[in-house]
């Protein structure tokens, strides 16, 4: 058996992974939410790694308040960058490979076309900084190392856009959406899927890969084939980013190459409005 850590195991995308977690039998998992194991506290870690002992640790755990990181950037960095340290050498020590979740907000946004692995980052926000820093602190302490940046993540499981633009449907009869930020929404049950995908495969390919479903749309266009998959009759306007203010600033363009990872996996990628389809049908609501 292959033993895996899952840290953050009560987020969205640790859910995600627990859904599909018995179509992996020759993986044992361990799911920790924050309060059993808090990743920014390297005591709690080392000793929780000197007693238990894993082949992989999936770090699902992060500071992922966008706009509140604005306001307490300490706390931030405390989770987003010397949580993603205190792994990267805990992992180091007991011979643990780590996969490790990033952002497209790493980006400035200026770019016009799909970022790269090795395109420069540049981030426009404390989230961004502080998760390119969390990234920089694994790949100088841990060489066994996979960095996944994804983007837009939503899933049937936790708060995500998806999720916020059905209720709102059932709430209001009128929206406004950006439509000046392109992105590529992703189900994170895909991501799911491809991370156990590199665990199963024992793949020692380490490094940054990016991740994300195929496409790219601005939210205003993601929220329009919201509605419309799920036959909501509101009515949707158009907005920008000057009206629409936030604490954070967003990039205006944060699409990902993906082709790396899909030939490392050997996989076709997965178009956004399929994946929003098969998502759709999960959700439930009481
Ligand atoms: N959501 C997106 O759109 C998106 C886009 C790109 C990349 N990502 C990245 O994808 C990863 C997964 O995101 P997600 O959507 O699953 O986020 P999420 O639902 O917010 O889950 C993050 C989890 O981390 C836990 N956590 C926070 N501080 C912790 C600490 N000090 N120690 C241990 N656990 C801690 C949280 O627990 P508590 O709730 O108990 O604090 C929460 O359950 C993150 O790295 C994120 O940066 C997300």
Redesign the pocket.
């Known amino acids: 058996m292959i033993k895996v850590l899952v ?10 992974i627990q859904s599909i977690s018995n179509d992996y039998p020759s993986l044992d998992f361990v799911f ?4 059993d ?5 390297i005591n709690e870690v080392e000793n929780y790694f000197s007693e238990n002992n894993f082949d992989y640790c999936i ?7 966008v706009d509140k990181a604005e306001e307490e950037q300490e706390l931030a960095k ?3 960058v010397t ?1 993603a340290k205190n792994l990267a050498i805990t992992c180091k020590n007991k011979d643990v490979v780590l996969i ?6 790493v980006f400035d946004g200026e770019a016009k076309t799909p970022y790269r692995e090795d395109d420069s980052t540049n981030p426009i926000s404390v ?1 961004g900084q502080t ?1 390119r820093d969390g990234e920089l602190e694994i790949s100088s302490n841990l060489s066994q190392h996979f960095i996944i ?6 899933s049937e ?5 998806v999720k916020t633009m059905l209720r709102l449907s059932k709430e209001r009869e009128e929206l406004s959406v950006v439509d000046d930020q392109t992105g590529c929404p ?1 189900y ?1 049950k895909d ?1 799911a899927e491809i991370i156990l995908k590199i665990i199963d495969s024992q793949s020692k390919q380490f490094g940054i890969y990016h991740y994300s479903n195929q496409g790219e749309i601005t939210w205003y266009n993601f929220a329009k084939e919201i509605f419309k998959q799920s036959q909501s009759e509101i009515k949707l306007h158009k907005t920008d980013s000057k009206t629409f203010k936030t604490l954070a600033t967003r990039p205006k363009y944060s699409v990902l190459n993906t082709s790396k990872i899909h030939s490392l996996l050997n996989l076709e990628p997965v178009k956004w409005e399929k994946s929003l389809e098969k998502c759709l049908k999960e959700i439930t609501f009481e």
């Open positions: 840290t953050g195991g009560k987020g969205q995308l640790a859910q995600c920790l939410g924050s309060n194991l808090d990743i920014s506290n770090n699902c755990a992060a500071y992922t308040a405390k989770v987003n949580g490790h979740i990033s952002t497209d907000f989230y998760k940046r994804t983007s837009w993540l939503y499981f936790a708060g995500n856009f992703t994170a991501l």
